[in-house]
């Protein structure tokens, strides 16, 4: 294609110094005929102004006219915004953003970082009973109890119902003092029981 017959073109060029090279490019390149001819010519001019400008310091803050065909105005180019590129040239170091501010985060963050510090389970002061585990069936008599009040109320009704019976049987009227006071305390101790 046409970028190989370029480089084969300017490859086979001696190298002299830089103006003699440029018109020796033009004799090589104006042997071989391609459509992107006069593109190649002005590419290849600008990267010698570049050269020439890396070289020549001083003569790098002058800005080249560039020729405009038919005299069309050519609008000035818009210069670049560089962040993090030093620019070597001064036009373009006019366009250079300053350093960002840069915000303290901790200062910003130091009540939400000691409010998020983890704060010990126990004290000194704290009552062991209190954090210490339930058995694993206080929920199951927690429900029980108002089952077994009623129960309990059903029991004694069984008992005194059992003792007059057995009364009825003996007829000795001592016996039936003994046979209550011993119900009585087996209902107080049963349910003496059953609280602890």
């Known amino acids: 294609g ?12 001696p190298s002299r110094n830089n103006d003699n090279d440029s018109n020796n490019t033009e004799q090589s390149l104006s042997m071989v005929s391609a459509p992107g001819l006069e593109e190649a010519m002005r590419r290849k001019e600008r990267l010698q102004r570049l050269r020439q400008r890396q070289l020549n310091p ?9 020729d405009t065909p038919a005299g069309i105005p050519v609008a000035p180019p818009v210069l670049p915004v560089f962040r993090n590129y030093k620019a070597e040239t001064d036009h373009l170091a006019a366009g250079h953003l300053p350093a960002p501010d840069l915000v303290d985060v901790e200062s910003r963050l130091g009540d939400q970082l000691k409010a998020a ?16 585990p ?21 029991t004694q009704r069984a008992i005194a119902e059992l003792l007059r019976e057995r009364l009825k049987q003996q007829k000795d009227p001592e016996s039936l ?8 305390d087996q209902a ?9």
Do not use: H
């Open 2 to 13: 046409f970028s190989s017959v370029l480089i084969q073109a300017t490859m086979s060029m």
């Open 188 to 196: 107080r101790m049963g349910s003496w029981q059953a609280a602890n």
């Open 58 to 66: 001083e003569s790098a803050a002058t800005v080249e006219s560039v």
């Open 134 to 154: 339930k058995k694993p069936d206080w929920d199951l008599k927690r429900g029980a109890e108002r089952r077994l009040a009623k129960l309990e109320r059903r």
């Open 117 to 132: 510090e983890p704060k010990p389970l126990l004290t000194a002061d704290s009552d062991i009973t209190a954090i210490a």
């Open 177 to 184: 003092v003994t046979a209550v006071n011993a119900a009585a």
